[in-house]
């Protein structure tokens, strides 16, 4: 198809996939494994039915129970930064402050899992964010169809229920796949049946805009 004939335009929410360095992919699993007994549970802040929840950053004013910390180098941090900038420029997004505000990582084992659920930080608007850092060889026994496996499965469901709309995403995750997108969109992972651990970080992002004046038309 010659794409020089039309325009494209997504009214909607978007979720931008990135895919992580592997100087910072591999920082980030070596600061959890070599550190974890050390990190700050984060299960009572947390929706999973996780036990090993851990956080690695906490800047925020949304939860007292939980001190100011950060077990991340700087150059990670401005990875986060500009992936964050990054995805409110790609939607046209400049008039804005951003905030980094937690980081935690999740690490489920056999039967474990997070319900549907949303993100936010120390204010309602905002990035939300899953890092793939570990996957395990087997998600055990599928029961569903062949073609619709859903063990360990991650969902990210979109807000939009128009005509033609793509009401939800279910990816085929990598080791190092970054995926951004807003506090209100609903996700949620499946649990697995199989012996190995599953292990992902979120990161979330405040971000404090007007919605009319922040956009460009664009």
């Not at 609903?186 to 956009?215: A, E, M, Q, W």
Request: proline share 5%; with cysteine.
């Amino acid at each position: 198809m010659n794409t020089s004939d039309f325009n494209f335009v997504f009214l909607g929410q978007s979720v931008l996939r990135y895919e992580v360095p592997l100087d910072v992919f591999h920082t980030i699993n070596d600061i959890y494994e070599k550190r974890r007994d050390d990190l700050y549970p984060a299960n009572k802040q947390l929706v999973g039915k996780i036990k090993n929840e851990h956080s690695l950053f906490f800047d925020g004013q949304d939860s007292p129970k939980m001190t100011k910390h950060n077990h991340l180098p700087s150059d990670v941090m401005q990875w986060f930064w500009k992936k964050f900038e990054h995805y409110l420029v790609f939607n046209k997004i400049y008039d804005y402050k951003m905030h980094l505000n937690s980081c935690w990582v999740n690490e489920m084992k056999e039967h474990e899992y997070n319900p549907v659920h949303i993100h936010q930080g120390s204010i309602y608007t905002g990035l939300s964010s899953v890092m793939i850092l570990k996957l395990p060889e087997s998600y055990g026994v599928e029961y569903s169809a062949s073609d619709k496996q859903t063990n360990g499965r991650l969902q990210i469901m979109g807000n939009a229920t128009g005509q033609f709309c793509n009401t939800d995403y279910v990816p085929e995750v990598r080791q190092r796949d970054f995926f951004i997108f807003p506090y209100d969109v609903r996700h949620s992972v499946n649990p697995f049946n199989g012996p190995n651990k599953r292990r992902t970080l979120s990161f979330n992002c405040d971000v404090d805009y007007n919605p009319i004046t922040s956009r460009t038309s664009s």
